[in-house]
């Protein structure tokens, strides 16, 4: 949802910056996935903490594309290697709440981390085989950008339970919301 009305409105007011970045968007990718594998590890030990990685991690993200787009960048390699690293990230959170939520007894929200989990999981693999059978899919209410703010806000406020139920719903209400936009792409008389 974010992506599809903001997509690339930083790259304009950001390119002069990052251009300076002597780096690949490559090792971008690659030091903003290493930041969310620590926040994953710190998560269960200090959740605030946890969600500031996960911000900061999130930053880099987002500057790898900007990076690669405003610099000329952009290869099929390094979009490939983004969506595998970020669903490993995604995998490392939503895995590192539920251990966070059952060392404290709350085996239903680390049901619910891992629920979401595998919504979030399927969002990504319904994108990726919408465009390997020809079609784009870029539908949905609840895509990592929203994930990631959702996330960050629920650890730092502490307020994950309420938050996970939302992600919960809203990541499989997307996965409905792509079956059905490829359905109907795709049966167009």
Avoid at 92 to 113: K, N, P, V
Wanted: with cysteine; charged share 15%.
């Amino acid at each position: 949802m974010l992506s599809a009305k903001f997509g690339h409105f930083l790259d304009t007011p950001l390119g002069p910056i990052v251009k300076r970045i002597p780096f690949s968007p490559n090792t971008i990718t690659i030091t903003g996935f290493l930041v969310t594998t620590v926040a994953a590890l710190v998560i269960p030990h200090n959740i605030r903490l946890g969600g500031i990685l996960i911000l900061i991690g999130g930053i880099f993200d987002m500057l790898d594309g900007i990076i690669a787009r405003t610099g000329g960048k952009t290869t099929k390699f390094g979009a490939f290697l983004d969506s595998v690293l970020d669903r490993y990230s995604d995998a490392f959170l939503f895995l590192s709440i539920a251990w966070y939520l059952a060392e404290r007894g709350d085996h239903t929200g680390a049901f619910i981390s891992l629920g979401t989990l595998i919504g979030a999981f399927l969002i990504s693999y319904a994108r990726a085989r919408s465009e390997g059978l020809g079609e784009s899919c870029h539908t949905g209410i609840m895509e990592r950008p929203e994930r990631i703010i959702l996330l960050v806000f629920a650890a730092i406020t502490g307020w994950i339970i309420p938050v996970l139920w939302i992600m919960l719903v809203l990541t499989h209400v997307t996965v409905v919301q792509r079956i059905y936009h490829v359905w109907r792409v795709m049966n167009r008389p």
